[in-house]
């Protein structure tokens, strides 16, 4: 347990010192240790009632989902700060990065970066164009004692550029959301894709 409070404590530090602050902050770490005990699947709402259930953490799941589902919090320091904690990320003298798509269906017409996208990996009897976000997630692939692993780091919406120019509803930016398009992919324009 010794490593889970020497990697969650710095994590704390990013938000702000106000009580509503502190409050979040730990309500972040039981969330994140939520996720890793193998009390049940890491739905949001599993998440909820294990917060509850082995925890002690009474807080209403309409206040959670909000927190859940914040722009405002601190990622890029939570990020940094996570990439810093990682002992060794180099393999070989190389920094070896895993690059990930993955479409997830949505029903309903307003979602943000949804978009009728093709499933390459579809099933015969599965739409090969289904209603749903494309997510580009990357991650640090390391070997941890002696199998591979691909720590995840971040991720971003994979918008096609047509649809950003066509102003489509579903491309249209709020606060907080990030996403690539095809001129900004990692792979056509690294130096370019690495500012965003």
């Known amino acids: 347990m010794f490593i889970l409070r020497d990697t969650l404590l710095p994590l704390q530090d990013h938000f702000s010192k106000t009580t509503l602050g502190r409050e979040r902050a730990s309500l972040f770490v039981y969330t994140i240790l939520s996720i890793i005990v193998p009390f049940t699947s890491s739905m949001t709402s599993n998440l909820w009632r294990c917060l509850d259930t082995l925890f002690g953490f009474e807080i209403k799941n309409k206040r959670f989902y909000t927190f859940m589902a914040s722009s405002t ?36 017409k307003n979602i943000f970066g949804c978009e009728a996208i093709f499933d390459h990996a579809a099933k015969s009897n599965q739409n090969k164009y289904p209603w749903a976000q ?13 199998r591979w692993a691909c720590l995840f780091l971040d991720f971003r919406f994979y918008l096609p550029l047509k649809t950003i120019q066509a102003k489509k509803e579903t491309a249209t930016i709020r606060s907080g959301s990030r996403y690539f398009c095809e001129s900004l992919f990692w792979a056509s324009q690294p130096k370019q894709a690495a500012k965003t």
């Open 134 to 146: 494309n997510i580009v997630s990357v991650g640090l692939l390391k070997q941890v004692k002696g």
């Open 73 to 108: 919090l601190p990622w890029a320091g939570l990020w940094k700060t996570i990439w810093e904690l990682i002992p060794s990320p180099e393999t070989d003298g190389r920094i070896l990065v895993a690059l990930d798509d993955s479409i997830i269906t949505k029903v309903g």
